[in-house]
């Protein structure tokens, strides 16, 4: 490797929003973030959702009924002739 053009690889502490601390080693020093895999939903299995002004209730009215479930297909009409 050549010298003097890689950058210093030091110990740093990522920390979560939700107050979670990983030690690691990075470029970087201090290093914040919003979600870790301990509140993320993906990991936890449990959805937030952040309604702002009840737009997902006006979503959900918006849309309520219009929408087939998965499964029920429409079926073609067969004329008679084609039937013969």
């Known amino acids: 490797m050549k010298k003097k053009i890689h ?6 502490t990522i920390v979560c929003a939700c107050g979670e ?3 690691t080693r990075s470029t970087r020093q201090n290093i914040k973030i919003d979600v870790c895999s301990k509140c993320h939903p993906f990991f936890t299995g449990q959805q937030k959702l952040v309604d702002s002004a009840g737009m997902v209730e006006k979503f959900k009215r918006r849309y309520e009924g219009k929408v087939k479930p998965k499964g ?3 079926k073609r009409k067969v004329k008679e002739e084609e039937k013969s």
Do not use: F
């Not at 950058?7 to 740093?12: A, L, R």
């Open 72 to 74: 029920e297909k429409k």
């Open 7 to 12: 950058p210093e690889y030091k110990e740093t």
């Open 21 to 23: 601390i990983i030690h």
